[in-house]
């Protein structure tokens, strides 16, 4: 990379954030400290898309963030700065919008068309479906949400439902000439009778001569009009199209192409296709060739068919360039998994470092206490891996049905091919492939046409026995046969094409399971410690202990030293400093549990009883899983200088917290969904929720939930300051989401997408004072963003020594040693930098701290003992400004002195 990766600094383009906005902020950036700009996605996307992921032209850039002038601005601005540009790139899907021409020619020509291979459609079902009807077929017909019209804009005859567009075979408008009464009317139907899809362009120029015809425009739409009326020939017209309109309910089960996840509107791409990635890689490559990209970063890479052959096909772009292009993924690491080798990346987008910083701040030795008292509180003793398991199998059998019919039918037709395995049922092989993707504790294999890895098969053979032993299939052969399917474990060339067939798209499948299963719907369900249901977390993991803490920070030197080091992200569930002050819980559950129950006391009238559920208990709303946690999202989303009696700051965050509340249970999927809203059982919660923020309705309640609350809120905000410190000098490159330099107290999407006030941002680096200075008001957020700016002008000094340095813990000795992390970087040119960070925060500054802050003296005997060839050096404190004293050891009481946290640097 032409410039050294210091840290990123990511932007949400879109709503309201465009070109010129990123281009004004570019000396903001310089003066944090950050060295590249990491662009959410900023090629055309759906109209009105609020995110850019639903990409329909991979080499146009959105007019609406200003185009291709507007980025080449930017871009100008960045170079001059000399800041690097980052840019979220989606491989996976596309979407399946009219400005997408890729997607019309396809709708347009069928499998006869250039781009037929492009996206990832199984042409062997008839018609391509498009699922978007808001009612069955028949009644749409019936009621006249269907007809034909003349695009003006276009130029062309389209068909439409209800106002959604879609193109029509050139070679079927028979049909609608059969109405129009014209001199030319017969030569057009031959003419277009006989047309292929290379005559697109000519058919479009000559009927737009006919078109500038007055007298054949009005005959056309009078034509036209005739069609729609006839609902015989309107259908009539709509059977010979390559598409079919069906119900939008079909979707889910009836499959004829690869959707991202569960999501219609979004199509897989066949990225495997060299085709296709030259195709969609020729703006990416040529921005390289400019010198305009430094950096990428791939969505869900987990998506692509064969993710170690992308990435080494995109390498090889960037390399014949001679270009040195950074590549990070978006990819989740569960449990013991690593970031493969093999695939030759920086790193990761930095999901798992998340989760190792975690640990640090939960209280493992309390968590018997904590899930006594949520249980009690919710009724029911929650087994989290059952209830993962149990979703994943209704997410596969339910949400994803049209996949699992599709890996069904692969299977049996090569089981069908064997004497030994041919009498294998259906039902009993979707259940098998249910059973193995239930079992598999990682997002996906990596197996394909370049062999089958050693991990992979340990993975699959573990998923096979464990999908045996819940005995959900009564006969283990149907699942050992999904196992060799994985495996690849065939002679004959016809059975290894159907494996292979099979095992693509069951690996493009596990980590949609995975996903939908946990993320969107046990971490909405399961909320005993919300902070730890975040992306890639595993909330029954409850707490590390430094010394394995330690050795996460080992393995990221190992494996990625560029990796990005995330702390909030555009997907989080909730924002970095609301997981901080919510770790604090862990320290004090049953205060906690007492709060919670004045809370449900105090909201009784507000609590909605609604009937009796399936299972035969009280039905009521909120349930009581949702309660604890909305508590612990109430808690978490109050600003620091919150003053209960603002009645506007009221009022936003009910705004905030009711459009959360309504994510959240529908997400859960237990009372209420997305596609099946319980309608009485959201007012009640929404009544819930605003009682609380209403002062007219629940008094003081607020207040006092608020007053009781400052010991979590202040050692939280210690917390924050902490986990900072640890994310800008650990290995790795530090990734600061949009504002977040300030406290980020962000609830999920979209929430975590709003408009940042830069302009506060701005004045913070400009008010000349010093990280110590703004600790004393340390409400307003601006200590954590100096303590950003200060230690990201240290990596900027000795940028490698933070991503590729040594990594070496240091021993702390004395009466508070359990309440610090320490560890030391070092490189081969005699440079060090030394951190020194607390934890367990509630516990170390008690009920009556008013500020983030151990007073001196309180740190006793504490202290950081350093290696030998450490002891001598001399030290300067990057946030005080001050030289430490050298020697064995670091007195807390002295380093700790001004500051809660140090950041010592020795050259």
Known sequence: MSRPLIATYRLQFREGTGFSEAQDLVPYLKVLGTSHLYASPVFSASPGSTHGYDVVDYNRFEADLGGDAGFGRMSDALMAADLGLILDFVPNHMGVSQENPWWEDVLRWGRESRYAQTFDISWDEEKILIPTLGAPYGEALRTGALKV????????????????GLPVDPRTLSHVFGFVEHEHRDSLVRRFAASLPTDGEELTERFAEHVADPAFLAALKKGIEALNADSQALHAFHEVQAWRLAWWRLAREKLSYRRFFEIADLIGVRQEMRRVFRDSHRTIFQLARERRLDGI?????????????????????????????????????????RLRKSWNIAGTTGYEFITAVAGLYVDASK????????????GTDEDLRSMIADQKRAIFTHNLAGELQVLTETAMQVAANDLETRDFGRDDMS????????????????????????????????????????????????????????????????????ALNFTRRFQQTTGAVMAKAVEDTVFYRYNRLIALNEVGGEPDHYGTSTPRFHDEMAIRLEDQPDGLMASSTHDTKRGEDARARLYTLSEAPERWAALVEEMAGALEPWRKVL???????????????????????????????????????????????????????????????????DEAYEEALKGFVSAILREGETGGLLADFWLKSQPFVVAGALNSLSQTLIKLTAPGVPDIYQGTEFYDLSLV???????????????????????????????????????????????????????????????????????????????????????????????????????????????????????????????????????????????????????????LLAD
Request: charged content about 30%; glycine content about 6%.
């Open 149 to 164: 019209v003349y695009d003006e804009a276009r130029g062309e005859v389209r068909f439409s439902a209800n106002g959604y």
């Open 297 to 337: 970063r791939i969505d869900h890479v987990d998506g692509v068919a064969d993710p170690k052959g992308y990435l080494s096909e995109l390498a090889a772009g960037f390399e014949a360039l001679r270009r040195d292009v950074s590549i990070h993924v978006e990819k989740i690491l569960t449990g013991p998994e």
């Open 367 to 378: 968590e018997e206490a904590m899930s006594k008292a949520y249980t009690a509180f919710v």
């Open 431 to 498: 259940r098998s492939i249910v059973e193995v993707a239930t079992a598999l504790p990682v997002y996906r294999t990596y197996c394909g046409v370049a062999g089958v890895p050693d991990k992979d098969v340990e993975v699959i053979d573990d998923a096979v026995e464990l999908a045996k032993s819940t005995r959900k299939v009564e006969a283990d052969e149907p699942i050992a046969f999904v196992g060799r399917l994985l495996k690849l474990a065939f002679e004959d060339g016809r059975d290894v094409t159907g």
């Open 611 to 677: 009937g009796e559920a399936s299972s035969g208990e009280t039905h009521v709303s909120p349930d009581p899983a949702t309660e604890w946690g909305f508590y612990q999202s109430l808690l978490g989303v109050l600003p620091a200088d919150f003053d209960p009696a603002d009645a506007e700051a009221r009022k936003a965050l009910e705004e905030r917290l009711l459009a959360f509340a309504e994510k959240a249970v529908r997400e859960a999927k237990r009372y209420t969904s997305w596609t099946a809203p």
């Open 749 to 903: 999407d979209p929430d975590n997408r709003r408009k940042i006030d830069f302009a506060a941002r701005q004045t913070a680096m400009e008010d000349g004072h010093s990280v110590a200075e703004s600790l004393a008001h340390w409400r307003d957020g601006r200590v954590k963003a100096k303590l950003t700016a200060a230690a990201l002008k240290a990596r900027i000094k000795a940028p490698e020594l933070f991503t590729k340095g040594r990594y070496i813990p240091l021993e702390v000795t004395g009466e508070k040693a359990a309440h610090v992390v320490a560890f030391a970087r070092t490189d081969a040119d005699g440079r060090a930098a030394v951190t020194i960070v607390p934890r367990l925060a509630l516990q170390l500054l008690g009920d009556k701290a008013e500020r983030p802050m151990l007073d001196a003296k309180s740190w006793g005997d504490t202290a950081v003992r350093l290696p030998s060839h450490l002891a001598s050096a001399r030290f300067d404190d990057i946030l005080t400004q001050k030289t430490v004293g050298t020697g064995a050891s670091l007195k807390l009481s002295e380093v700790l002195a001004e500051l809660p946290l140090a950041l």
